[in-house]
């Protein structure tokens, strides 16, 4: 099962690789063939002969990925976002993304702001949108558009396994637990120790091999093979341009304490959530006075006697400007607003 959270609408993946949509409907961003909203996740029709593997949100558009090897995007295409071969208002219904002469199929997919990024079955990085998902990007393509500098063969890191994207940065993770970043990098979000934007996949430095890595807005976190978390970017009411571990006294959880983590998740605003091998949920949120929050416990409530609230681990997390949404392993859906 997977769940893709953006600020006004969500996509569900099943674990027979259906897709559910609800939220705001713009732009047709959730794939009925209208732009109405919906309050309850829907069974996206279009998509039903198809065995979804990966979901994947921008702003204002959606993108999945399927077994097949094909893609498919909906929502507001301006820009070539949607990879679909031509500029675009309102795209209602998946479309298929183009596929480029000799690539085979696409496997992983992420989205930004203004871009869509697909990693293809022979591990080469494709950009729809912006080329370089970032503010200084000065081509915008209407089909997949290969990018240099994290191709398997090139990483020699044995393959990208993962990818995902911020508003406007992108990340890909290797088999190797290594990290490769590229986009603007004002914010401090790609973790190069710079806010030098990067055109092409550059790796991350100073990090150990990394078993999960995820975007926010403008910010990044990653989950270690060790059970640690270290961020970087606009996160938790400052700024840092490096990976740094969460745990220190500013940053803390239980700070007396040996703590190892199980998940991590980041939200929009800055927000970070992380899970502990307790199976609590903990999270940051910055503020405007440039000064770090302590963790809160937002999973499970510090006060219950409701069992039917209280779950104890979960399958896929994900973290929003305006909520956080979890699938537990009763398959229900739960959202903490």
Known sequence: MDVACGPRHILLRSSSGRVF?????????????????????????????????????????????????????????????????????????????????????????????????????????????????????????????????CDDENAGAGGIVSVKAGDAHCVVRMSDGSLYTWGDGASGALGHGDLLTKVHPTKVPGLPSVQKVVCGAWHTACL?????????????????????????????????????????????????FVQRHDHTVWSWQGDNSGQQRTATRVWPPAVTNDNEHVATTYQAAAATLKCTCRICLNKSFRTLL
């Open 21 to 149: 949509s609800f939220g705001s409907g713009d732009s047709g961003r959730l794939g009925h063939g209208d732009v109405l909203s919906r309050l309850d996740p829907t069974l996206i029709q279009a998509l039903r002969s198809q065995v979804v593997v990966g979901v994947a949100f921008g702003r204002d558009h959606s993108a999945v990925v399927c077994a097949s090897g094909l893609a498919y995007t909906f929502g507001w295409g301006e820009g070539g976002r949607l990879g679909i071969g031509h500029d675009a208002g309102d795209v209602l219904w998946p479309t298929q993304v183009v596929l480029p002469n000799a690539v085979r199929g696409f496997h992983l997919v992420a989205a930004g702001r203004e871009a869509t990024v697909l990693v293809s079955r022979c591990g080469r990085v494709f950009v729809c949108g912006l080329a370089h998902v970032g503010p200084t990007a000065h081509a915008l393509h209407l089909a997949p558009h290969h990018l240099d500098g």
């Open 224 to 272: 270690t093979t060790q059970g640690h978390v270290w961020v970087w970017g606009d996160t938790m009411g400052s700024s840092t341009s490096s990976p740094t571990r969460i745990g220190n006294k500013s940053a803390s959880i239980d700070e007396d304490k040996p703590v190892c983590y199980r998940d991590v998740a980041c939200g929009g605003d800055g927000a970070m």
